[in-house]
């Protein structure tokens, strides 16, 4: 009988928060900036210099442990991380590592599972190497840019948790304003360990880190294939050697990079520049009142207070400030559907071809709810309120005033409509006749002449009508 196995996942993720300036010096933190221009003699280890502490860094990382229900440690100190690698200035990285800032927290996945959260702790980032066909060049305006490690317990047992578990801890950074975690710009990295053992044991297998996946999806394919691998090896009755292994994208499996090393290898030890920290209670009070309403519950809370489907309401929470939206414009027309299918259609597709994103947003809650409620009584139809809400959310301008300066009040009196109706039937006969001979499209290729002749200000519903009956007479 073939042997059973479980898979037992642990992650490590980086976040990269929302700071100014680096975390022991002034330096900024601007994305893509020419290479080697945000540099200092601190954060590039010059003899004599010394490290200043962030403390924009510290409150954003007791925000973080609050909201992954972390125990935060009332004392911290910063330890040396011993180790070469060319784009490391120091040769060492001031991290975290026998007291972090919060340990023992955890982070539930929508189907009710708990995963723990064993650390959240402060470092500091190294630099970036640039790879070319005859020579790498070191870039050091990332070394020493503050970073959040979040290490969970091995508790994910299957890919898709791993997967889920990643949505759900950027969704949650993303709430609590910590960080964007965009992943193209190096704000959420991500390392995975993984191991298998015979179903019922209790003793972990023999750990592989995987390294270099750029994407979610990237973790997600690079466990798949190590699952499969480690798995056809054990069933042979072969050996697994704890190493770190790199995911390569194009080939789509793991490549050997080098035997693991041990946590002593580094030679932690307390860095002599720094002084341990305090984290007050008022620090900790202070930044509570930061974290919102989480994802989950709010998702639950969605569904139960306002009746709205899981697909919507997975959506409206996939941002803050969507969620935000929602609720703010349906207190003006607490009609919930009709506002969630306008915020997940029409605004959602306009918002997302703006690079900025929602910030660039400057229609009010009020005004929208406005506008849903003229669609939804008829005052204006689908054309001309997309035509209102386009302007509207990038000018800010009143929606009555937008209406009225572009006269799009929706056309509903047949009398008005009657000549446009007409002219549609003359000109286009075999389009009648195609409707006649029971082709339905070509009634919409009617209605649409018709919206085309009114600048999309007609009611489609009674030029419908209207064209039916003309056809029939």
Not at 268 to 279: G, K, M, T
Not at 433 to 445: N, T, V, W
């Amino acid at each position: 009988m073939a042997k059973s196995f479980e898979t037992v996942i642990g992650l490590e993720v980086h976040v990269q928060p929302n700071t100014n300036s680096k975390i022991f010096c002034p330096c900024p933190t601007e994305f893509n900036a020419p290479a080697n221009t945000h540099i200092c003699p601190v954060c590039c280890g010059y003899p004599g210099v010394l490290p200043v502490f962030n403390k924009r860094a510290l409150e954003l990382a007791v925000r973080t442990s609050l909201a992954l229900h972390c125990t935060i440690n009332e004392k911290i100190y910063f330890e040396r991380k011993n180790y070469f690698y060319p784009d490391l200035p120091k040769n060492y990285q001031i991290s975290q590592y026998a007291l972090p800032l919060g340990e023992n927290g955890h982070l539930e996945l929508s189907g009710g599972k708990k995963i723990g959260i064993t650390r959240v702790h402060l470092e500091e980032d190294a630099g970036k190497l640039i790879h070319r066909e005859d020579c790498s060049l070191v870039d050091f305006n990332r070394t020493g840019t503050p970073l959040l490690e979040i290490v969970s317990y091995p508790d994910m047992n299957s890919p898709q948790e791993a997967w889920e578990y990643l949505q759900m801890l950027k969704l949650i950074i993303q709430y609590i304003e910590v960080s964007s975690c965009d992943m193209e710009k190096g704000y959420l990295r991500c390392d995975a360990n993984i191991s298998l053992r015979e179903e019922g044991a209790t003793q972990l297998g023999t750990k592989i880190e995987l390294k270099n996946m750029n994407s979610f999806k990237g973790v997600k394919d690079a466990l798949v294939f190590e699952e499969k691998r480690q798995r056809n090896l054990l069933l042979d009755g072969k050996t697994l050697s704890q190493e770190t292994r790199l995911w390569d994208e194009v080939k789509g499996k793991t490549v050997t990079m080098r035997t693991k090393e041990e946590a002593h290898d580094y030679r932690y030890f307390p860095e002599p520049d720094l002084v341990s920290f305090s984290v007050t209670a008022s620090m900790i009070t202070e930044q509570r009142q930061y974290v919102p309403e989480l994802p989950l519950a709010r998702t639950k809370r969605f569904i139960d207070e306002y009746g709205l489907s899981e697909k919507d309401v997975e959506v409206l929470i996939s941002h803050r400030w969507s969620a935000d939206f929602f609720e703010q414009s349906s207190v003006h027309f607490p009609h919930f559907k009709q506002i969630a299918n306008w915020i997940i259609g029409p605004l959602l597709e306009i918002t997302n071809a703006f690079p900025e994103g929602f910030s660039k947003i400057k229609m009010s809650p009020g005004e929208f709810a406005k506008l849903v409620r003229y669609f939804s009584e008829g005052t204006l139809n689908n054309i001309t309120a997309k035509k209102v809400l386009t302007e509207a959310l990038t000018t800010g301008v009143d929606i009555d005033k937008i209406i009225q300066e572009k006269s799009l009040i929706q056309v509903s009196d047949e009398s008005e409509l009657d000549g446009y109706v007409s002219d549609a039937v003359a000109e286009h006969p075999k389009s009648v006749e195609d409707y006649r001979k029971g082709k339905s499209q070509a009634l919409m290729f009617l209605v649409g002449s018709v919206m085309k002749k009114t600048k999309g200000k007609a009611n489609p519903k009674i030029v419908r009508e209207m064209i039916e009956k003309k056809i029939q007479q």
